[in-house]
């Protein structure tokens, strides 16, 4: 969503890079430049002009940092105001002491509240809490069974009544989740295309009727000004908690997230980036402004991969390598690991100083948006289990059937298969090395104490065979002269 915002700023302050000193004009015209990047973002003027005058006043007349170039400095300082433009700090859910808490999901319709509501039950469910989800839409056709359903996935209970009264059916589910020692209590309720006085009246009644100790307001970034504007309507009628920004992986440009919570006043709390039940994530605005600014998010894609990746697995597979018996089995189980972070276009983005790359690698023939992985993943699942633990069994009618059953070519499965041998053959080269490397150290070790040469000084102890290992490693070896 912010590529465009992203790299227009960085463009300002590259302009600024190799100054030994900056003037009032270098940083008016650096400034200009961010102007016109946050108002094409679609952030809101007012909020653009009070932002540009709390930078211009804090980086004109401030001692430069000794460890910073003047660059720097102003760009340290507009990363500080955009993180307090989108709330300073992560907002937490207000967690009631005497269960169950309640959360009131609000919105107008299509802005993803139903599937936002399974999300952020599945997210409470990796806490350790057991949630429920409240079925309090009664107009949408077939709303009611959209959250079965999502909730069926995130395998958390959907309470339904089949009565015609909202506020009833909201009163209802607590002493659901009290007789089945449900914590967290989500409640769906209904939502119109546009904001209209019996939409509000009905919210209004349920929040009197069960009050909720967390309203979360659901908000479609693509809508751009208009979240803004959608959001100030019920936070004044409601008293919003905090917003659920969706489709931030979208194209929109993200003026939205920048503007909301200066124009309201709720925090971002959470921030949908797919489809999946699995893509609701905790907004930091701290860590966004580092992504805008291109300084990376290292601790999201840290967070990232310890949610994804299984520890038990991962060692096992160790092993697994280290007996050589590595297969295309456990190759794909890998994939689909990998696949869970997210494609590359997106951990470029995480990564400080790669954000750059991806506008550089589009048109190569480089594998951004993950589809590679998914035609390696085809190709695997349409081999028999026999096949993936002995892939020396899979000849040529072997192949034309594999590459059938995947859709792809016959040229792709003998790609695959050759990618996967040659990666075997590395695996084994690389713990022949370790093992070289371990039997030189217990020789050492078993040599004792360091022998001393002339004038009493100790002899330098030999270096491992390098030359070897890269020999052994060869034309694989990723490096050339």
Do not use: W
């Amino acid at each position: 969503m912010f590529e465009d915002l992203s790299q227009n700023i960085q463009e300002a302050f590259r302009k600024l890079r190799g100054h030994g000193k900056l003037t009032d004009d270098d940083i008016n015209k650096a400034l200009k430049d961010v102007r016109m990047a946050l108002l094409s973002a679609d952030v809101n003027y007012k909020i653009v002009r009070d932002f540009e005058k709390a930078v211009k006043a804090r980086a004109l007349g401030t001692e430069i940092l000794s460890n910073l170039t003047p660059a720097q400095s102003v760009i340290k300082i507009v990363n500080e105001e955009l993180a307090n433009l989108m709330g300073g700090k992560a907002a937490k859910l207000n967690i009631s002491s005497q269960p169950p808490t309640i959360i009131l999901m609000v919105g107008l319709q299509g802005s993803g509240k139903t599937t936002s509501a399974a999300k952020l039950a599945l997210q409470m469910k990796k806490q350790g809490k057991r949630p429920a989800l409240v079925a309090a839409d009664i107009y949408r056709p077939a709303a009611i069974k959209q959250l079965q359903v999502v909730g069926a996935q995130a395998e958390v209970p959907v309470f339904t009544e089949d009565i015609k009264d909202a506020v009833q059916i909201a009163k209802d589910s607590i002493t659901f989740a009290n007789k089945h020692a449900r914590d967290v209590l989500i409640i769906d309720t209904a939502g119109r295309l546009q904001i209209d006085e019996r939409l509000m009246q009905e919210l209004k009644d349920i929040k009197a009727t069960v009050k909720p100790h967390e309203i979360l307001l659901v908000v479609d970034s693509m809508i751009g000004q208009e979240a803004v504007n959608v959001a100030e309507t019920f936070h004044n009628a409601l008293g919003v908690d905090g917003i659920v920004l969706t489709k931030l992986d979208g194209d929109a440009r993200g003026g939205a997230a920048l503007s909301i919570k200066a124009a309201t006043g709720c925090p971002i709390k959470f921030v949908g980036m797919g489809e999946k039940l699995e893509a609701l994530e905790i907004f930091h605005p701290d860590r966004m402004a580092s992504r805008i600014l291109g300084m990376g998010d290292v601790l999201s894609l840290i967070e990232k991969a310890q949610s994804t990746i299984d520890a038990k697995t991962a060692e096992k597979m160790v092993k697994k390598i280290k007996a050589d018996e590595f297969t295309l089995q456990d190759f794909l189980e890998q994939l689909q690991q990998v696949k869970k972070l997210g494609s590359l276009n997106d951990l470029l983005g995480m990564v400080p100083g790669l954000g750059g790359l991806k506008k550089k690698l589009t048109g190569v023939d480089f594998d951004l948006d993950g589809k590679e992985v998914k035609h390696m993943e085809a190709i695997i699942l349409s081999m028999t289990p026999k096949e993936r633990a002995d892939t020396s069994i899979i000849d040529a009618k072997r192949r034309k059937r594999i590459a059938m059953g995947s859709g792809t070519k016959v040229a792709d499965v003998n790609k695959l298969l050759k990618q996967f041998d040659e990666m075997r053959k590395m695996m084994r080269k690389f713990k022949t090395a370790q093992a070289q490397q371990q039997t030189s150290k217990k020789i050492k070790s078993k040599k004792g104490k360091i022998k001393k040469g002339k004038n009493n000084k100790p002899k330098m102890p030999s270096l491992p065979n390098l030359g070897g290992l890269l020999g052994q490693l060869g034309s694989k070896f990723p490096f050339k002269k």
